[in-house]
């Protein structure tokens, strides 16, 4: 699918760019819907880990999509809370902000329609974390006899 076309620059040139058409949004969305994707939600400034999301149902004369948790999070958004959805498509990833408006049911969480979409890098952030429990070494060699030794 080539949807970049649909991004519009913004100044200045280094900083990503948006997609801001609701159309196309709904398109996404709906993308994401069909295939039955997982989006990860986070709450920003949140040390938490972001937990996996589906979408359930998209309301496009509400202005609203609703998602359904796969597991329990610790901690949900609150109504108002601004929400990150990661999430991928067509081999890019992407980054949607939405207001949550509130719970619909037990396991569903009602946010109003993303104002925009961006393209996400990996790269800025940390790819993984390494839980307690794993005792994760790593061993970085710079030659055959020498290098620095790194346990977690």
Do not use: H
């Amino acid at each position: 699918m080539a949807w970049f076309n649909a991004f519009s620059k913004q100044e200045p040139s280094d900083v990503a760019p948006v997609l801001r058409d609701r159309e196309q949004i709904l398109a996404y969305l709906e993308a994401l819907f069909r295939q039955g994707t997982e989006l990860l939600a986070y709450l920003p400034g949140d040390s938490l880990e972001p937990y996996a999301v589906r979408l359930e149902v998209i309301s496009e004369e509400k202005g609203t999509f609703t998602v359904r948790l796969n597991s329990r999070p610790l901690r949900e958004p609150g109504k108002g809370m601004l929400t990150e959805f990661w999430f991928n498509l067509d081999g890019q990833r992407f980054l949607a902000k939405a207001d949550c408006l509130g719970r619909s049911s037990a396991d569903r969480n009602e946010f109003r329609l993303p104002e925009c979409i961006s393209q996400a890098d990996r790269r800025k952030g940390n790819r993984m974390r390494f839980g307690t429990r794993e005792k994760a070494q790593v061993v970085a060699r710079e030659s055959l006899f020498e290098g620095i030794g790194l346990s977690g």
